[in-house]
């Protein structure tokens, strides 16, 4: 089974910081990874797909990279809607994988 | 843009099977993979399985042997059932929907607590 682990666990960052989140896959995924971000009390909302496609109607300050094993999720200038719970999870046609999330708070 | 919907009963007792269904609008049934995932209170997201139109299931090894999944195109639904739950099983259950392209479309969740 493919494991997803993700870091950091939590991340403080103020208005406007350069974020990044990074997913490891414990073994090859090709591009099969997607970022969502997750509010309290709401449902994941999916930001990037195929590790770097960015979904319709997200904010281009998100931008996904990498492919095989190591990936990143970078938010290029958080702003205060941003604060809230990341997820990278592997997802194909046989199985999926989450990584533990990132949450990032205001510092 | 495909939308989903879970429906299902809130409250399921220790040892009774958990039932919900999703219902599809927008997209094709005979396209996507379509998948359960659930998330404890205050904790992370689980896989649960897929299914596709054809009815081929693929489930997560750690609830193989207490889950089954239904398929009706017909319909634009499929319905998962978890047998013999506990209270470990309490839950926001969501309902997926993927594309061939690996676009990832969610429901917006329903919670589903077990309890005497």
């Known amino acids: 089974d493919i494991q997803m682990t993700q870091f950091p666990a939590t991340l403080s960052a103020s208005v406007g910081d350069r974020v990044t989140i990074t997913c490891r896959a414990s073994?090859?995924?090709?591009?099969?990874l997607a970022w969502c971000q997750q509010k309290p009390g709401k449902a994941p909302k999916i930001l990037i797909y195929?590790?770097?496609s960015l979904e319709s109607g997200v904010p281009s300050r998100f931008s996904g990279s990498g492919s095989g094993t190591e990936f990143t999720l970078t938010i290029s200038s958080l702003q205060p809607d941003d604060f809230a719970t990341y997820y990278c999870?592997?997802?194909?046609?046989?199985?999926?994988?989450f990584g533990q999330g990132t949450k990032v708070e205001i510092k | 843009q495909v939308q989903l919907q879970e429906t299902g009963p809130g409250l399921v007792k220790p040892s009774e099977t958990l039932s919900l269904t999703c219902t599809v609008s927008?997209?094709?049934?005979?396209?996507?993979?379509w998948s359960w995932i659930r998330q404890p209170p205050g904790k992370g997201l689980e896989w649960i399985g897929y299914?596709?139109?054809?009815?081929?299931?693929n489930s997560n090894p750690s609830l193989m042997t207490r889950v089954s999944m239904s398929v009706d195109t017909s319909k634009k639904q499929f319905s998962l059932k978890l047998n013999s739950v506990t209270t470990a099983d309490t839950a926001v259950y969501y309902c997926?929907?993927?594309?061939?392209?690996?676009?990832?479309?969610w429901g917006q969740g329903t919670l589903v607590t077990v309890s005497s």
């Open positions: 997926t929907g993927t594309s061939p392209r690996g676009r990832d479309y």
């Open positions: 927008g997209g094709s049934m005979e396209s996507y993979w």
């Open positions: 299914i596709y139109y054809s009815g081929k299931i």
């Open positions: 073994h090859s995924i090709g591009n099969w």
């Open positions: 195929k590790a770097s």
């Open positions: 999870q592997h997802y194909n046609s046989n199985s999926r994988t």
